[in-house]
């Protein structure tokens, strides 16, 4: 090899640094093609327009109210990180990592990704902020958008939400049990019909001596595997059990189970995990394919599918082509005792879920679950003139403040069509204030169902309405 002089060296060093000066950061509308089509929202990204919030706000409402119970509380991250975080915690080999990162370059030369999920996070901000200097467990939860480049199709987006809930620092199978156990509530109080899926894979020490058990075993079936699981034979044979492809599924059947070569120590673990389930009679399938796709787990994964039983039952693989590989889980999780380690951290053990909303919500829609009504106002303020809708306008903040449910339309003028906006609002009065009430410092208060109406002292309207309304 040749060697290289250290004056070269610097000649070179400088060359670059002249270089850089000269890149300039050119704006946007510049560098790109802008088409003049009207702009529509990306593939596999979705608004959530108003008809649909009453969805989250319920999904928002049950779960915070459930991990508040169990002295969870909220944290909130970046949607940008180091893309190095996720290809540690996540794994290299895993489809997230391989195919689904939106990854790019900063404008500083530095490698970001859009999160993928959040444990990789809670796990960074924990070591980041000292949190094992806290009373442990650190219970945690967080709930917001996901960005995975997956191919789009109904339950899955490239841009999805999820409510996570991770209690780290402690080993106690008791946290497991309780993840696990907040998580059904979550199904079972909003009506949804699931089934749980639990496994045990172990620790790093017991995997090792499974993992050549298996392979021994798909090399063998090599021949009957689809191309992916070919190239997983190589790369990450656990991920071999899940495959939803059927000739793999039906390979899959004869295969090693995990369960059979568990160290005494995960054993323990899962049983007492299963125990605790058991006193609380929640229900589980025990699931020996279940590998989850992360690579960070240890001992307990779970996840929560659709309806009861197998994934065919769940509606899983009835249609042909890529609906047969959709992923139906409504949320995952388990276990990730080396992950904070992995990190830089100190050894940590940990455990956690996150749900994805999109996923649930279509199968509330499915289910034509009954939503709780959102808050209808009772009292319409219509208004007549320029100095009546300012008057009116001020009478709408101190009906506000009293706590009345309200509305209005004060950029609209005539009467008639105030009235017809008030009937759809279905509001039970409706207050109309116009030049002559004001001069005589009156108030209309017209009762919508009988179409009566009263001419009231303006002074009285707030006692007017709370008798009224039994506030
Ligand atoms: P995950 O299984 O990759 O686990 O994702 C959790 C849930 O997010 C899935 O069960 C699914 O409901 C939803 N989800 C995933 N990808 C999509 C998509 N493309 N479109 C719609 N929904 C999707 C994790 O992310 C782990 N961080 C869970 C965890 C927390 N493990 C321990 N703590």
Not at 57 to 71: C, H, N, P, S, Y
Not at 332 to 354: F, K
Not at 442 to 452: F, K
């Amino acid at each position: 090899m040749p060697k290289i002089k250290k004056k070269n060296i610097s000649k070179k060093y400088k060359k670059i640094k002249v270089a850089i000066k000269k890149i300039k950061i050119e704006p946007a509308a510049k560098v790109f093609k802008v088409s003049k089509t009207t702009p529509q929202v990306l593939r596999g990204f979705k608004d959530i327009l108003p008809g649909e919030q009453k969805y989250w706000d319920l999904l928002r409402t049950k779960a915070e109210q459930i991990v508040q119970d169990f002295g969870y509380e909220r944290i909130d991250f970046p949607l940008l990180e180091e893309t190095s975080l996720f290809i540690r915690a996540v794994g290299k080999e895993t489809d997230i990592i391989e195919k689904e990162m939106f990854s790019f370059e900063d404008r500083s030369g530095d490698q970001v990704s859009l999160r993928p999920e959040g444990t990789a996070q809670v796990a960074r901000a924990y070591i980041n902020h000292g949190m094992l200097n806290l009373p442990q467990p650190v219970k945690l939860y967080y709930l917001g958008p996901m960005f995975r480049y997956d191919r789009p199709q109904s339950g899955r987006y490239r841009q999805f939400n999820q409510f996570g809930f991770e209690a780290l620092g402690e080993m106690h199978p008791v946290l497991d049990a309780q993840i696990i156990i907040m998580t059904y509530n979550f199904f079972k109080e909003l009506g949804l019909k699931i089934s749980l899926q639990i496994n045990s894979i172990g620790c790093l020490n017991c995997r090792k001596e499974y993992k050549v058990q298996l392979l021994n075993y798909y090399k063998t079936q090599k021949a009957d595997l689809c191309e992916d699981c070919k190239i997983r034979l190589g790369k990450n044979p656990l991920r071999l059990l899940d495959c939803k492809e059927e000739k793999c599924q039906a390979v899959s059947e004869d295969a090693p189970q995990i369960v059979d070569w568990l160290c005494e120590d995960c054993k323990n673990h899962f049983v007492r995990v299963l125990e605790f389930l058991d006193d609380l009679e929640i229900p589980y399938n025990l699931n020996s394919r279940l590998v989850r796709g992360l690579d960070y787990y240890t001992k307990t994964v779970f996840e929560v599918w659709p309806g009861p039983g197998t994934p065919r039952e769940a509606g899983q693989g009835e249609t042909e082509g890529e609906e047969k590989k959709a992923q139906i889980a409504l949320g995952g999780g388990g276990r990730y005792d080396n992950l904070i380690e992995l990190l830089g951290g100190r050894p940590t053990p940990a455990v956690g879920a996150s749900l994805g909303l999109e996923r649930i919500i279509l199968k509330i829609k499915e289910a034509n679950l009954e939503m709780p009504l959102i808050q209808k106002a009772d009292i319409f303020v219509a208004q007549l003139g320029e100095t009546p809708k300012r008057k009116a306008m001020a009478l709408y903040e101190t009906l506000r403040q009293e706590g009345f449910k309200i509305a209005e339309a004060f950029s609209k003028d005539g009467l008639k069509n105030q009235l017809e906006i008030a009937n759809k609002l279905d509001v039970k009065y409706t207050l109309i204030l116009g030049q002559k009430e004001l001069s005589e410092g009156t108030i209309l208060l017209r009762d919508m169902e009988g179409g009566v109406q009263e001419t009231i002292n303006y002074n009285k309207i707030i006692k007017e309405l709370k008798k009224r309304l039994e506030k």
